[in-house]
């Protein structure tokens, strides 16, 4: 069964992703917080743990970057699978998790 709220267009804008939706909403959302609100296992733990104050990021996660999706593959009807240039690709981007993530970043 298919969702009642939908994406009708997902187009690279800028330094983000904009999405249109089929009820007439449309937001815009930077790659650097798609990439910070990846819904994985991994990333949800790493969120959740007290903040390191001696972090100290490698050289692969330095020559990076800023973060850019280099593929965005369609779930069946339900989600969307980002590849990320830093290599991380185990986030399944629900369609109810892009829009509360869009939400967020239109400040509602």
Aim: glycine letters at 10%.
């Amino acid at each position: 069964m298919k969702p009642s709220i939908e994406p009708i267009s997902l187009k690279r804008q800028g330094d983000g992703l904009a999405i249109e939706w089929n009820d007439g909403v449309r937001h815009v959302v930077s790659w650097r917080n798609l990439r910070k609100a990846c819904p994985c296992a991994t990333c949800i733990e790493e969120r959740n743990l007290p903040p390191n104050p001696f972090n100290i990021l490698s050289p692969a996660q330095l020559a990076v970057g800023s973060p850019e999706p280099t593929a965005m593959a369609a779930r069946g009807y339900y989600a969307y699978q980002i590849t990320w240039n830093d290599g991380h690709d185990t986030g399944i981007y629900t369609l109810e998790y892009l829009r509360e993530i869009g939400e967020k970043a239109a400040g509602g």
